[in-house]
């Protein structure tokens, strides 16, 4: 009896048969499919072992990074935070103070071909302080740079203001400045101000206007009497357009007998149109009249002058005159506002207004910073609020001075402005966007150095203090 064959003989028989196939069809007794999954063997073991090169060559890079100093713009020091500049021919490094001097020292460098990096975009590479030990030094740049501003990235909004913030116990104020202000919304209400050895000033309409407290006819007029005015700084009431002063007017040849029998010169005739609209005030003057706003006449009734109501015909044979300076005054004064803040706000597609409230047109979360020039009441500012908080370039801007023609400020997110001398320098700061703002903002505040890259290629010791 034979014995049965094993599935291991079975197995071997097939495959010398699949050998044989694969001789006699292809000239080769290796069969295709074996070739094939030997190549897929082949193929996965060497991604495996490139997939493990790859993760030791990022695991050492962790543990151990040393980029060359040489082949960076702008290097720190890991340890020390010391920053450099790296010139080339021969290879060594410039001490900087900072991001803003270090970029226009590429720029001098480049210009004498001592290197090639784009100064606009160069950022601080960190190196091992231990890297650095042997590297050859030149003295320091002779550019103090810009502290704590940002080159690059979101600007400050073209809204600026001046604001006096009243404490409402003590009665003092301080001044704040504000870039990137929420936009301006509405009328503001009117406000009376008085400046320590400025006068007194009625800001109505987005303008100030003089009073004189001693003045009771205007000041009764106007709603004033027994009003207070609240104390301000000289640089927020200076930086609204000045109206006419707001004093009753004299009338020329005031009680004369006026034209065409109707009165005095200096009556106020007063029309009231039918229908129930406002009634409108005339002054009878020598050789006709002239219409007022309702505070003119209030402020001439008050003033000793007669009052006569009179129909719309005799005003139509009064020859219509301008003789008194009224225009400017307002048609209607409501009270002034007591809040506890009044702002002078730019915008670029605004202008200027005025605006009272309990708080700094800012967001919740805008943070301030309390300025070293502080002097409460005095003529500086006492603080600063930026929005964004970092600062960044504007183009000052003001009456007589074409668009984008002003001076170029970098602001800091310190409050401090530093000068941009010229288009090369704001190139090599990498300045590629400055918002307008308003002259009378940026000169309250601190000014620090000019940033100038023709004075980048000077080198001293110590830089000034």
Same mark, same amino acid.
């Given at each position: 009896?034979?014995?049965?064959?094993?599935?291991?003989?079975?197995?071997?028989?097939?495959?010398?048969?699949?050998?044989?196939?694969?001789?006699?069809?292809?000239?080769?007794?290796?069969?295709? &499919?074996?070739?094939?999954?030997?190549? =897929?063997?082949?193929? $996965?073991?060497?991604?495996?072992?490139?997939?493990?090169?790859?993760?030791?060559?990022?695991?050492?890079?962790?543990?151990?990074?040393?980029?060359?100093?040489?082949?960076?713009?702008?290097?720190?020091?890991?340890?020390?935070?010391?920053?450099?500049?790296?010139? &080339?021919?021969?290879?060594?490094?410039?001490?900087?103070?900072?991001?803003?001097?270090?970029?226009?020292?590429?720029?001098?460098?480049?210009?004498?071909?001592?290197?090639?990096?784009?100064?606009?975009?160069?950022?601080?590479? *960190?190196?091992?302080?231990?890297?650095?030990?042997?590297?050859?030094?030149?003295?320091?740049?002779?550019?103090?740079?810009?502290?704590?501003?940002?080159?690059?990235?979101?600007?400050?909004?073209?809204?600026?203001?001046?604001?006096?913030?009243?404490?409402?116990?003590?009665?003092?104020? =301080?001044?704040?400045?504000?870039?990137?202000?929420?936009?301006?919304?509405?009328?503001?209400?009117?406000?009376?101000?008085?400046?320590?050895?400025?006068?007194?000033?009625?800001?109505?309409?987005?303008?100030? &206007?003089?009073?004189?407290?001693?003045?009771?006819?205007?000041?009764?007029?106007? #709603?004033?009497?027994?009003?207070?005015?609240?104390?301000?700084?000289?640089?927020?009431?200076?930086?609204?357009?000045?109206?006419?002063?707001? =004093?009753?007017?004299?009338?020329?040849?005031?009680?004369?007998?006026?034209?065409?029998?109707?009165?005095?010169?200096?009556?106020?005739?007063?029309?009231?149109? *039918?229908?129930? !609209?406002?009634?409108?005030?005339?002054?009878?003057?020598?050789?006709?009249?002239?219409?007022?706003? !309702?505070?003119?006449?209030?402020?001439?009734?008050? !003033?000793?002058?007669?009052?006569?109501?009179?129909?719309?015909?005799?005003?139509?044979?009064?020859?219509?005159?301008?003789?008194?300076?009224?225009?400017?005054?307002?048609?209607? $004064?409501?009270?002034?506002?007591?809040?506890?803040?009044?702002?002078?706000?730019?915008?670029?597609?605004?202008?200027?207004?005025?605006?009272?409230?309990?708080?700094?047109? $800012?967001?919740?979360?805008?943070?301030?910073?309390?300025?070293?020039?502080?002097?409460?009441? #005095?003529?500086?500012?006492? !603080?600063?609020?930026?929005?964004?908080?970092?600062?960044?370039?504007?183009?000052?801007?003001?009456?007589?001075?074409?668009?984008?023609?002003?001076?170029?400020?970098?602001?800091?997110?310190?409050? $401090?402005?530093?000068?941009?001398?010229?288009?090369?320098?704001? &190139?090599?700061?990498?300045?590629?966007?400055?918002?307008?703002?308003?002259?009378?903002?940026?000169?309250?505040?601190?000014?620090?150095?000019?940033?100038?890259?023709?004075?980048?290629? =000077?080198?001293?010791?110590?830089?000034?203090?």
């Amino acid at each position: 009896m034979r014995t049965p064959a094993t599935r291991d003989q079975a197995d071997a028989h097939r495959f010398g048969v699949r050998r044989l196939e694969s001789a006699l069809v292809r000239g080769d007794p290796v069969p295709l &499919h074996e070739q094939l999954r030997t190549q =897929r063997r082949a193929a $996965v073991a060497g991604a495996v072992l490139g997939v493990l090169a790859l993760v030791g060559a990022f695991v050492w890079a962790k543990i151990d990074p040393r980029p060359g100093w040489s082949a960076q713009a702008v290097v720190v020091g890991a340890e020390s935070g010391a920053m450099y500049v790296v010139a &080339h021919g021969p290879d060594r490094l410039v001490p900087v103070a900072n991001l803003p001097a270090g970029r226009l020292v590429l720029a001098a460098l480049r210009r004498g071909g001592a290197t090639g990096a784009d100064p606009a975009t160069a950022e601080p590479v *960190l190196v091992a302080d231990a890297d650095l030990d042997a590297a050859p030094r030149t003295p320091t740049a002779a550019v103090p740079g810009a502290t704590a501003v940002r080159l690059g990235g979101a600007v400050v909004a073209p809204r600026w203001a001046v604001c006096d913030v009243t404490d409402a116990e003590t009665g003092s104020f =301080r001044t704040v400045v504000v870039g990137g202000t929420a936009p301006i919304v509405g009328d503001a209400a009117p406000v009376l101000l008085a400046v320590e050895g400025g006068g007194t000033w009625l800001v109505v309409g987005g303008r100030r &206007h003089r009073v004189d407290p001693a003045d009771r006819a205007a000041t009764g007029a106007l #709603g004033l009497d027994g009003r207070e005015p609240r104390l301000a700084s000289a640089a927020l009431v200076n930086a609204l357009p000045e109206g006419v002063p707001l =004093r009753t007017p004299r009338v020329p040849d005031a009680g004369a007998s006026g034209p065409d029998g109707v009165g005095e010169v200096g009556d106020v005739l007063v029309v009231a149109p *039918l229908g129930g !609209a406002a009634p409108t005030f005339h002054v009878l003057l020598a050789g006709g009249a002239q219409q007022v706003p !309702a505070a003119v006449a209030e402020a001439l009734r008050a !003033a000793g002058a007669v009052a006569r109501e009179v129909g719309p015909d005799v005003v139509a044979r009064l020859r219509p005159l301008v003789a008194l300076d009224v225009v400017g005054w307002p048609d209607a $004064v409501t009270p002034p506002s007591d809040a506890p803040v009044v702002c002078v706000m730019w915008s670029d597609a605004d202008g200027t207004a005025s605006v009272v409230g309990p708080a700094l047109p $800012v967001p919740a979360a805008a943070a301030g910073v309390d300025l070293a020039q502080a002097d409460g009441p #005095g003529e500086r500012a006492d !603080a600063v609020v930026l929005v964004p908080a970092g600062g960044g370039a504007v183009r000052a801007t003001g009456p007589g001075r074409a668009p984008g023609a002003g001076p170029l400020w970098l602001v800091a997110a310190t409050g $401090v402005a530093y000068g941009v001398a010229d288009e090369p320098t704001a &190139h090599a700061l990498g300045i590629r966007a400055a918002e307008p703002a308003p002259e009378w903002a940026l000169r309250l505040l601190p000014v620090g150095g000019t940033l100038d890259v023709s004075a980048a290629e =000077r080198t001293v010791d110590v830089l000034p203090g």
